[in-house]
């Protein structure tokens, strides 16, 4: 019968509590916090460049025009969320993408991207840093406001979706009196996205507000404006 080595028993014990420290270390380690993903951050994209001779002779076209600060109804107020809807499970739900923002709330991206497109064809002022200037003009000019009633990504299933749009154009004149009403129309717009994930609803989204722009222009044009 052999006989126990005392030394060799405490060479096994430490070797077992060092495989168990390991062991903890290790656990204690994948309990650590896991850094979080970066948020894509979207706007509109490059628009279209115009020839400066183009856009000179195109900006003496039609009478200068006061562009109101955008209004968005459909949507929470200077939100920078991108908002979709579940069309085939609860269209009444809008929901926000947890790792996707615009960069700025839709808003503003949506009202520069029209005065972008409607200054190419005549001067266009900011309600907010023209009424200065359009003192200096000969006549008060129009004015333009927008309100956005929808602005989401609509899932018609989990791999199909469109971007959709929906803003209501009010035309107004500005007199010493007040604001005389001169027409109103709706532009609704759905434009269907390259993918099912918030890059191709944002552009979808902008490829919306880019037509609805160039129609608005059209519109203006219509109304002498």
Known sequence: MSTLNPHALMGHARRALMAVGVLALLAGCSALPQ?????????????????AGAAVSKASVQAPLVLAKVRASGMPEASASILYRLAYANDRELRPYTQA????????????????TLAQQRAV?????????????PALPAMLRLEVEEFSQVFDSSTSSRGVLRMRATLTEVTPR?????????????????????????????????????QLDAWLRQQGR
């Open 125 to 137: 002022l900011l309600d907010d840093d023209g009424a200065t200037q359009a003192l200096q003009l």
């Open 101 to 116: 923002r615009w960069t700025a709330p839709a808003e503003q991206l949506i009202q520069q991207r029209v005065r972008d």
């Open 35 to 51: 850094k979080p993903a970066p948020v894509a951050r979207y706007d509109f994209g490059l628009q279209a460049p115009q020839t």
């Open 178 to 214: 007040g604001e005389k009403w001169l027409g109103q129309q709706v532009f609704s717009l759905s434009q269907p996205a390259a993918s099912a994930d918030a890059a191709g609803g944002t552009a979808a989204l902008a490829t919306a507000v880019t037509e609805a722009a160039q």
